[in-house]
């Protein structure tokens, strides 16, 4: 009976947890919307004559006219509140310049940036958790020497600038790799394997870029974690019992210094978003980040708040998500919020 109360009461705690979380992501997802739409409204610049000029028309008549059909005649907080209304239902208007609905240009755009930020994420986390384990092995030791050597030359040097040089050996000297777009439209209709491997090659380049400066920083937290945790007592007990090395450093080593790797993790998530946009650019790669540029210097404010809302869905998420894993590797952190 006392086992059925604590089950019953930790289920409860666990819901009311969740509930709680979910609340504030929500309440931060309003702050994100509601901030995004008053920057933009700050900013100078008009779209109604931005639009006219791209009509061939400056009469002020009809300047005045697009402002009326494009909703910006009105005060700022009732093209807030309209704004916001409209957002509950998922209907983020027209796009200034297309006029075509923007959760349409939105999702047409989302795979290719899902494809590139969620690589890059793979790469850097797997890459640079083995290369900083490798380094903690023995420290001091020339293979430490030159992990540590490339991380911090892949930190140092500019995403867009790692892009570049990329393009330069990579596809024009060498030619190993395309260096712009997604995929090749003559080898993308046919399908099958040829588009597969046509759509990894370019693939390779931007995720390389986007990556490694991530990689270089996984690396460097992943081997002070590591050394860190191996002088802990805990650590020392198990040597002393004869557990192997292997288990040792599963058991003990890796799940304890993960914990910082998937903070580090979870608040990149939005500068992926944001290197994603340099690296879209240098690539020409068809995904959000570029949406987002073309949007900025067309002043299409729809496009835009809709790519900063659906970037912030996806931070959120992945701090969820983040959370969610903190408890899978140290169920401690459950043992503590029911005592």
Not at 50 to 61: F, T
Request: charged content about 15%; aromatic content about 10%.
């Amino acid at each position: 009976m006392v086992l059925f109360r604590s089950f019953k009461g930790q289920i409860r705690l666990t819901v009311s947890s969740a509930a709680l979380r979910l609340f504030k992501a929500f309440v931060t997802l309003t702050c994100v919307v509601i901030f995004s739409f008053l920057i933009l409204r700050l900013a100078p610049g008009d779209p109604a004559l931005i639009l006219a000029g791209d009509q061939g028309g400056s009469d002020p008549a009809f300047v005045d006219e697009l402002r009326r059909h494009l909703g910006l005649d009105g005060p700022v907080y009732l093209q807030l509140w309209h704004y916001l209304k409209s957002v509950v239902t998922l209907d983020f208007g027209l796009s200034y310049r297309d006029q075509r609905p923007v959760i349409d240009i939105v999702l047409e755009k989302v795979p290719a940036t899902l494809l590139l930020t969620v690589s890059g994420f793979i790469f850097s986390v797997v890459v640079g958790v083995t290369l900083g384990a490798l380094a903690s092995r023995r420290p001091g030791s020339a293979l430490d020497g030159l992990i540590t050597m490339i991380s911090v030359a892949f930190f140092a040097m500019p995403m867009f600038w790692v892009g570049l040089v990329f393009i330069i050996i990579f596809a024009v000297k060498l030619g190993w790799f395309p260096s712009y777009g997604l995929e090749t439209a003559a080898i993308a209709a046919k399908g099958g394997w040829a588009a597969f491997c046509d759509r990894a090659s370019h693939m390779v380049l931007p995720v390389l870029t986007l990556g490694l400066f991530y990689m270089a920083i996984h690396a460097r937290v992943a081997r002070t974690a590591l050394l860190q945790v191996s002088g802990m007592d805990f650590v020392r007990t198990a040597r002393a019992k004869g557990l192997s090395p292997f288990r040792i450093w599963r058991d003990h080593l890796l799940r304890n210094a993960l914990l910082p790797t998937i903070t580090l993790a979870s608040l990149q998530a939005g500068q992926l978003i944001g290197g994603s946009i340099l690296v879209e650019t240098v690539f020409a790669w068809p995904g959000i980040g570029r949406l987002a540029f073309d949007a900025l210097a067309s002043r299409d404010y729809n496009v835009l708040l809709a790519v900063f809302i659906v970037s912030s869905c996806g931070v959120i998420l992945a701090n969820l998500v983040a959370d969610a894993a903190y408890r899978m590797i140290d169920p401690r952190l459950d043992r503590e919020a029911t005592s």
